[in-house]
């Protein structure tokens, strides 16, 4: 009386052929290497809604619980909360519709316990088929059943995850089903005394033997699966059918004995309620329904063999679901109104009068069976697990029915596993695995992927001890299912435009409710395989996550994403700034993102994952050109800043000329508080010999940014930063030495004979020796010295890439001689923050007066310790305002020669028109009148060199030029002299709104 039934989880067949690549259809990009489409589409077998889908998911909703376990679950929850079980695992595992879950509820209110252990398993079925069918109907279904359906929803990240465990589950699934079968039959041989050695090897000899024949008839095809499949669904109906004749003939005196009297009122209304024992409960006995109610995916995981998914799988699911709880409820009923709980089996326990009568309902119906009350009794709802063979008009039928239900279970999940695991593999979420994707015949079966699926049974079978690993396994059935409620949830709440099911009867809130019941049976079940699961899939997720599998299936992920940060960032407009909120949102003007590497390192430097960083070029030229280059380079820099893990993004526009170009960029660039407020510059380094045109606009850009109240940042790297000629090489090398290696594959395809590339050791051989011719060729194109030109581009790609690098221990000099807001200050202390500056200490250097330096020092630092800016050393200098040394002046006058007018030793009228001609040349007055400004810059610069020449890199304030008033030539002049032969110098101007805050 004490013994639970035999545990086993009836569960999902999943039968899928990865889905065919015919161009992009459905959003699915295809997959290199996976399976092709059939030269000859008619030679592929394709099956209609009813063999492909309604029969599949019968089988595998009618299992063996129906014959050997219902009848325990009535005489535990008894029929009311029976019925409550049955609809309650359907709704979580298929929602049929809003209206069949609101009857559903409707009637789980009103039964008794017993009813309320069958809704439970219906309103959990019913809830997944709702949102299956909505899934399936947005579009093409291909191969891969469940596995297909979440990954092209929440993306590879969960589909990966869900489609390893339950390949395995349906793999395991099998070993479960074909050892419930093997028990059946040796029993019959144990009461026939045919055992063959001992039960538990009889068990396996005849489990082995049971896959071998299943795996035969999986390897011959789907048609002859499916062909078998119809013949079991025959016998399983003839046993419900011969179940239900059953109850109507009359029965004998043995079976009354047994506790079967046919249709009784008093016996219904007895039965109706609970009568929990041995420690049961609702949920204990909902748990081990449950497994009944997951086969509603055996239809859909064959989507890759159905000849239209859209329709066959809502429509196939949704009937098998109906006509699978009606039967369950029915037969719920009818044992509960023809069977006692619990019987003797003694044909001599009745009464011969009613004054004897306990006013049980066998008493009234004149048996005794109250000896039940104190010793176990064998027969009744509560002790007999043959309750239907006892009921049925002929038995071995009922014998037959759970042959068929246990190995049509058997046969479809070693369809199932196999099925998505080659969509899995073909996928190549996990490459180790791609091996098992290939498929054999026309219909692509997967051969490699039944042989494995058949090891794994045939290892279970050997174990014959299920009890552990089954909960895992109904967990892992469960946790799909959750997720397949989740997918139509998240792509309802995405409002993705593509999100357009044609199956309109489902609610995404509902779906939730799905998604929250299927975690809650989980654990309900079984909560340390709930959480064994959770556990399998967070690392299959995190794996996946790590590795970046190169797929873009438009998943409800991506969606969400793009809703989340619009959300984000409409919130953000309400939210007014504040300083201590204030953070360099920058645009960098790299032109193309890896010919400047050191501009964009130093700018994410202090801006990855903190701060808003866009890469930006400006496309010069003919507008139809441009807008070309425009829409060609949008993409591709931007994957080239995720490949290299650049967190920016790129921006590009079309101009006349530079200026006008970064004019519309510092305008439009950004969304709400999202909008850069600094501009980082390389220094032009070509100055002195390009047009006076460009300088005009490189200064010009300067004052723009100004006049948009941006901050500005000039960083200047001695060897320059424009690598763009050397990347031009690089392209050139590599395309002459696949020429090269294409040639000696030719030499040696004429060599062997044979068709083809015969070895790498050719292509080796041709990359060696290209690399050997290739330096002088580009050397030539490019107009390099042959003498320097290696040099030179080592120096500079060294250069280019010293920022992403460890800095070390060094020093950061600050030379802060203008209050800005705090820009100047704030960048370099940011440096100090990241892991790569964080050995560098700062030190920072202001102008006073020689007679007050001590103070100055202290105010400094008291300013400092306001700010919680922590330095390394503070000095003053007092000596900042003297005049430059004569050879620094020389130098200077040196550098300016080449534009200056010299007007005043000219005459008034030659100067005049000097002046009209050359505009752009410094005039005698300019320099006259910014004598002290320009003196300022030669002196800083001989201060530099004496204090900061050390420095890892040196930070220093950049001198404002009049707009107008200052011609190009002499700020040009002014930058270089202020930053020639130092370290690498990054000269900031805030745009004097405070960015640093003494408050909390």
Not at 689 to 709: C, K, P, R
Not at 820 to 825: H, K, M, Q, R
């Amino acid at each position: 009386m004490g013994r639970r039934p035999w545990i086993s989880s009836t569960k999902t067949d999943i039968l899928s052929v990865p889905g065919t690549v015919d161009g992009v259809a459905n959003g699915d990009g295809a997959q290199e290497g996976g399976r092709k489409p059939s030269e000859n589409k008619d030679e592929l077998v394709r099956f209609g809604w009813i063999k492909g889908v309604l029969v599949r998911c019968m089988l595998n909703i009618w299992g063996v619980m129906l014959f050997i376990r219902l009848s325990w679950i009535v005489g535990q929850a008894g029929i009311g909360l029976g019925i409550v079980i049955i609809l309650l695992a359907t709704v979580v595992t298929s929602i049929t519709g809003l209206s069949t879950s609101a009857i559903s509820t409707n009637g789980c209110v009103r039964g008794g316990l017993g009813v309320i252990v069958i809704c439970l398993s219906t309103v959990v079925t019913v809830l997944t088929g709702i949102s299956m069918s909505a899934i399936c109907t947005n579009g093409v279904v291909r191969g891969g059943g469940a596995y297909y359906l979440i990954s092209r929803s929440l993306g590879p990240e969960f589909g990966g995850s869900i489609g390893l465990i339950f390949s395995f589950a349906n793999a395991v699934a099998v070993a479960m089903y074909v050892v419930g079968f093997s028990e059946t039959v040796v029993d019959i041989l144990k009461d026939n005394n045919a055992l063959m050695v001992d039960p538990m090897s009889d068990i396996r000899i005849v489990g082995c033997i049971t896959v071998v024949v299943l795996l035969g008839i999986t390897v011959a095809g789907m048609e002859w699966e499916t062909k078998a499949q119809v013949i079991l669904l025959i016998i399983l109906l003839i046993g419900i059918v011969n179940f239900f004749i059953g109850t109507v003939i009359p029965s004998t005196i043995d079976k009354r004995s047994k506790g079967f009297f046919n249709y009784q009122a008093n016996l219904f209304a007895e039965n109706f309620g609970p009568s929990f024992r041995d420690g049961e409960g609702f949920f204990s006995v909902f748990a081990i329904f449950f497994p009944a109610a997951t086969g509603i995916l055996a239809g859909a995981n064959i989507s890759g063999d159905l000849k239209d998914p859209q329709v066959a799988i809502p429509k196939g699911t949704m009937l098998a679901i109906f006509i699978t709880t009606l039967t369950y409820i029915g037969v719920a009923i009818c044992i509960g109104a023809t069977v006692v709980r619990d019987a003797t089996g003694s044909i001599n326990d009745t009464i011969s009068s009613s004054l004897r009568c306990n006013g049980s309902a066998a008493c009234i119906l004149g048996y005794d069976f109250s000896v039940c009350n104190t010793q176990s009794c064998r027969f009744g709802l509560m002790n007999n697990f043959q309750v239907m063979s006892m009921v049925s008009g002929f038995g071995p039928l009922i014998t037959a029915g759970i042959f068929s239900a246990t190995l049509s279970s058997a046969l479809a999940s070693l369809v199932s596993a196999p099925k998505i695991f080659q969509a899995l593999c073909n996928d190549n979420i996990y490459k180790g695995l791609y091996f098992f994707g290939k498929g054999y015949g026309k219909n692509s079966e997967p051969i490699r992927s039944y042989i494995l699926t058949f090891f794994i049974a045939v290892a279970f079978i050997l174990i014959a001890e299920l009890n552990t690993i089954a909960p895992v396994i109904s967990n892992f059935f469960l946790a799909s299912y959750a997720l397949i409620n989740f997918s139509c949830f998240h792509a309802s709440y995405s409002k993705t435009p593509g999100w357009r099911p044609a199956f309109r009867f489902y609610n995404m809130w509902v779906s939730l409710l799905g998604t929250v019941l299927c975690c809650a049976v989980m654990f309900v079940i079984n909560w340390w395989a709930a959480v064994i699961t959770v556990a399998i899939i967070l690392f299959l997720n995190i794996y996946v996550i790590y590795n970046k599998p190169e797929v873009n299936w438009g998943s409800s992920a991506q969606a969400m994403s793009y809703v989340t940060a619009l959300q984000d960032a409409l919130s953000l407009t309400g939210v007014n700034d504040h300083i201590k909120n204030f953070r360099p949102q920058c645009i960098v003007l790299t032109g193309s993102p890896m010919t400047r590497p050191a501009l964009l390192d130093l700018t994410l430097s202090f801006t990855k994952n903190f701060s808003l960083c866009i890469c930006s070029q400006v496309f010069m030229g003919p507008r139809k050109q441009t807008v070309s280059d425009i829409n060609l380079s949008m993409d591709k820099y931007q994957q080239w800043l995720a490949k290299n893990k650049k967190k920016a993004f790129y921006a590009a526009v079309a101009g006349d000329n530079l200026r006008d170009g970064v004019k519309c960029l510092l305008q439009a660039s950004g969304l709400g508080r999202m909008k850069p407020n600094t501009l980082v510059i390389g220094y032009k380094k070509d100055w002195c010999t390009a047009s006076s045109q460009d300088i005009e606009n490189y200064v010009g850009i300067l004052h723009d940014a100004f006049d948009f109240e941006y901050g500005l940042i000039i960083l200047r790297i001695s060897q320059g930063l424009d690598i763009s000629r050397i990347l031009q090489i690089q392209e050139l090398q590599r395309k002459e030495q696949e020429k090269l290696a294409l040639e000696a594959a030719k030499r040696d395809e004429q060599e062997d004979g044979k068709r083809g590339i015969r070895s790498l050791k050719f292509l080796n051989k041709a990359v060696k020796y290209s690399s050997n011719t290739l330096a002088v060729n580009a050397q030539k194109d490019f107009k390099i010295s042959t003498v320097h030109a290696a040099d030179f581009n080592q120096h500079l790609l060294e250069a280019s890439t010293q920022f992403q690098k460890n800095q070390g221990k060094g020093t950061i000099d600050v030379w802060w001689l203008f209050d800005d807001g705090g820009l100047t200050i704030l960048i370099p202390y940011l440096l100090t923050t990241r892991k790569k500056w964080c050995g560098c200490k700062l030190r920072i250097f202001i102008g006073g007066k020689l007679d007050s330096i001590n103070e100055e020092k202290r105010a400094m630092a008291a300013l400092l310790g306001k700010f919680r800016i922590q330095c390394a050393d503070i000095k003053v200098i007092g000596d900042i305002n003297m005049k430059p040394s004569k050879a620094s002046w020389k130098t200077f006058e040196e550098l300016i020669e080449p534009y200056q007018l010299h007007e005043g030793s000219k005459d008034p009228a030659t100067a005049e028109i000097l002046q009209k001609e050359y505009p752009w040349k410094i005039t005698d007055a300019e320099l006259e009148r910014f004598k002290d400004k320009t003196y300022r810059q030669v002196r800083l610069n001989e201060l530099l060199q004496e204090n900061s020449r050390s420095a890892n890199i040196i930070v220093v304030s950049l001198p404002i030029a009049r707009k107008e008033a200052v011609s190009s030539y002499l700020y040009m002049a002014w930058l270089e002299i202020l930053s020639r032969n130092l370290p690498p110098v990054i000269m900031i101007r805030g745009n004097q709104k405070n960015v640093l805050t003494f408050y909390s």
